[in-house]
């Protein structure tokens, strides 16, 4: 991606303060710039060419001998694997990539699929996978590149789920309210390859994965819904969460018990098996590598560097925000609170990021948006209804680093206080959950595009005392 470039240093402004807010306008475009800034160097370290090369110069690479790679950043994780010195037989190879990612790919096989709602070319992917790894044999090097999103690239549901029951089943798990390793827990029970059940196919082949981790604490069994990793959730607590997230009613459900109960379906691999020994995991990038520990308070430290006591002063205040978790707009409710309470202690302007996965449950008749979207107007208008009267300027970019927030054409919003904003307007966009259309007439929409990578949300917020 030529987009997403380091190329902070070169086009940030010098940092402009708040002391009056009468000129917040230019000070905003200033803030705006620094908000994309940071996003675009997120992105930018997160990108294949980065992580692959550096771990691919930690392994024999003749070893291996064949290559999966699956998820959001799947083309350019392959393409860099292949520039790296990768070769194995074409019928050794598989990528199953987002339908929507025109990232150039080499002359592996390469099946254009679907997120977040699976389709015939999901299907098809994990036929293809499954082939892939049952041919393989105990003198086989399997090199599994995963991304976020592979759960919905790559399916195969277990009988008597059809794919059409899998397309509802992942609808209801999205509306649901339910973290990533909840919904991804039942998205184990009901596949033939996820829950570490692809890893056994490969057997007794030896498997490397290299991860972009898109999900909270890196867990193995959460990404791509752990195809080539063990469940750690025994299946009692998997099954009770159909129920928890409100699941009970599909008709395969009481079908599924049954078959668990008798032995007809194959559990997940349980964390003691003895084929985890075969597989070895490296994490290469996450959300929370890069956002707390890793790019951005390096980018911070240069952009606001200054040995003189004026430059001291002017620097904006740092500070720490909890990760993203629960309802986005409860989340959104929490950042602007903190924000204001961060503003008024510092005395002067605050600049805040933090990173994570929201949820939204979802009624059964609702508009268009994502999780980002959401969380950026809840955030406006939870901030303008606490500081009524204050013309304190402020700014938030809330997206998703992949480049896409739901099923929408955005990556998420990027806000600022002198956008209009209509209370009445927004909250029901809220209440109905439609905000991309509100946000795209009143024009706060952020749409960077496709990344080609996935290391789930950040949000960037500045504000001025």
């Not at 994309?36 to 392994?59: E, F, K, M, P």
């Not at 969380?375 to 896409?404: C, E, H």
Request: glycine letters at 8%; a negative charge.
């Amino acid at each position: 991606m030529t987009r997403h470039q380091p190329e902070w240093q070169k086009t940030l402004l010098p940092w402009r303060g708040c002391s009056n807010h009468i000129n917040a306008k230019p000070m905003l475009a200033d803030w705006r710039q620094i908000a994309v800034a940071l996003y675009d160097n997120v992105v930018a370290t997160g990108q294949a060419d980065h992580v692959v090369s550096r771990a691919l110069s930690q392994i024999n690479i003749a070893d291996i001998s064949a290559v999966l790679a699956v998820g959001k950043a799947a083309r350019g994780m392959a393409q860099s694997a292949y520039d790296n010195g990768v070769r194995v037989a074409r019928d050794k190879a598989l990528i199953i990539a987002p339908s929507d990612d025109h990232n150039d790919a080499h002359d592996w096989p390469l099946i254009p699929s679907a997120h977040p709602v699976p389709d015939q070319n999901s299907l098809i992917a994990g036929q293809q996978a499954a082939a892939l790894c049952q041919s393989l044999n105990d003198a086989d090097h399997l090199l599994v590149l995963l991304s976020g999103g592979a759960s919905a690239l790559m399916v195969a549901p277990h009988p008597p789920l059809t794919l059409d029951d899998k397309i509802e089943l992942n609808a209801r798990l999205l509306a649901s309210g339910g973290d990533i390793h909840q919904i991804n827990a039942i998205r184990r029970l009901v596949s033939q390859i996820k829950g570490g059940r692809l890893a056994a196919m490969a057997a007794p082949a030896q498997i490397t994965q290299f991860i972009i981790s898109d999900v909270e604490n890196d867990q193995l069994s959460s990404i791509g819904s752990g195809i080539m990793a063990p469940d750690p959730m025994p299946v009692s607590e998997s099954l009770a969460l159909i129920d928890t997230l409100g699941m009970a009613d599909l008709w395969w459900v009481a079908d599924l018990h049954k078959q668990y109960a008798d032995g007809r379906m194959t559990p997940p691999l349980s964390p003691d098996h003895p084929l985890c020994d075969k597989i070895d995991s490296h994490i290469l990038a996450s959300n929370k590598q890069l956002i707390h520990a890793g790019v951005i308070p390096d980018i911070l430290s240069s952009l606001f560097a200054g040995n003189d006591q004026h430059s001291k002063a002017q620097a904006p205040q740092i500070i720490a925000y909890p990760r993203l978790s629960g309802e986005a707009s409860v989340m959104a409710e929490c950042l602007a609170e903190a924000t204001i309470s961060a503003v008024n202690q510092a005395g002067k302007t605050v600049i805040g990021i933090t990173g994570g996965e929201t949820v939204v449950t979802l009624p059964h008749d609702h508009g268009l948006g994502g999780r980002s979207q959401e969380l950026a107007l809840a955030f406006a208008l939870a901030f303008k209804t606490a500081m009524q009267g204050s013309d304190m300027p402020w700014l938030i970019l809330a997206a998703g680093t992949d480049g896409r927030d739901g099923p929408t054409d955005a990556a998420g919003a990027i806000l600022d206080s002198q956008m209009p904003l209509d209370i009445a307007s927004a909250k029901q966009a809220l209440l109905r959950h439609d905000v991309w259309n509100y946000l795209d007439q009143s024009g706060g929409l952020f749409r960077p595009g496709a990344s080609g990578t996935n290391l789930a949300d950040m949000v960037v917020i500045i504000a001025g005392s």
